[in-house]
């Protein structure tokens, strides 16, 4: 049960950083190296963000990966 709890949010923090990187780089280019601001948020902020998600999809990739094993040990 675990595992499709963990690949759900996997998932959800996969797809959450590729927006969040892609509307970091498009307001990075919109306006030289400061970039555009919205909702008074540097694009650089977004890409932070970016690649703090993408480190919890690992990780929930990985837990998803040793909980597999783990069942299929019993």
Do not use: N
């Amino acid at each position: 049960m675990w595992s499709s709890v963990l690949k759900i949010l996997g998932y959800f923090f996969g797809i959450v950083a590729g927006i969040s990187l892609v509307a970091g780089v498009i307001l990075r280019l919109t306006r030289g190296p400061q970039g555009a601001i919205i909702f008074g948020i540097l694009p650089r902020s977004y890409l932070y963000f970016a690649e703090v998600c993408l480190l919890f999809a690992i990780a929930f990739g990985v837990a998803t990966l040793l909980e597999r094993k783990k069942k299929e040990e019993r």
